[in-house]
């Protein structure tokens, strides 16, 4: 049985590329595997943020984890700042960091860039993702592509620490899904669909209506050739459409290939957003029915419960290994 961790930031609802990416091929982990799905609001505090809103999205994307199928009876579901042992490893772990290899990380180059004052936190968050993983013996991390490059510096920091200090640390593999992983924008197909775009037809809620989901996914950008085909390079908005198809319907994207042969853009889009609609109606009452339960802060209460059991363990390893506090 490998122990599994995966993180997401409560900075809005999750799209339907998150959900795609991510979401989706959690519940199948649950039986085999000893997973940790975490809330991770410490990570959401690099950018500035509304107390109230910062709330309520920590409530929803719970809610959203239990609808889409996180069994807390196989899982542990909890929110990051209810388990202290994360910012005081992520502390430890900036110590044997160096600040090179933060000021390489992609994610705060394109964060920080032109702005006049940028949070000390966005530079040094990477090691507080390490310790999120880390804390646990996690084997295996499921994350979308653009995250690689911080799980490779979390294998990094562990490897050092493990040498320099004692080997307590489990080495994190990646796990990242052949297909779906990067589900691309509705309006600009060459980039990745994200809930921070200006143009809000760019992106599906994983809350949004049937009468939003089919607006949008009618107006997504295709081109003048007719054909649906999958060309990433020469048609990316349909290859786009036929990956979302494909993962939503169960079909694949040869055999839809072939259903579309000789037929419109129009009939094709409808039946997309068909599909899309069916995957997410039933997660959303799901969802509605969890938001303002008591089941749900019950299922909080146990899981930040286990989830600080397991941390503080790993954590006196780490500060006894280090000659932190008193025990010899």
Known sequence: MATIFSGIQPSGTPTLGNYLGALKHFPELQDDNDCYFCIVDQHAITVPQ?????RENIRSLAALYLACGIDP???TLFIQSEVPAHAQLAWILQCVSYIGELERMTQFKDKSQGKDGVSAGLLTYPPLMAADILLYGTDLVP??????QHMELTRNLAERFNKKYNDIFTIPEVSIPKVGARIMSLVDPTKKMSKSAENQKSFILMIDDEKQITKKIKSATTDSDPTIRYDKENKPGISNLLSIYSLCSGRSVEQLEKDYQGKGYGEFKTDVAESVVNTLKPIQ???YNLLESDKLDDILDEGAAKANRVAQKMLKKA????G???KK
């Open 319 to 322: 500060e006894k290994a280090m």
């Open 324 to 326: 932190l506090g008193r």
């Open 50 to 54: 509304d107390r109230l809103k910062l």
């Open 73 to 75: 009876e196989k899982s």
């Open 143 to 148: 994350v979308g592509e653009d995250q690689k």
């Open 285 to 287: 009452e799901k969802y």
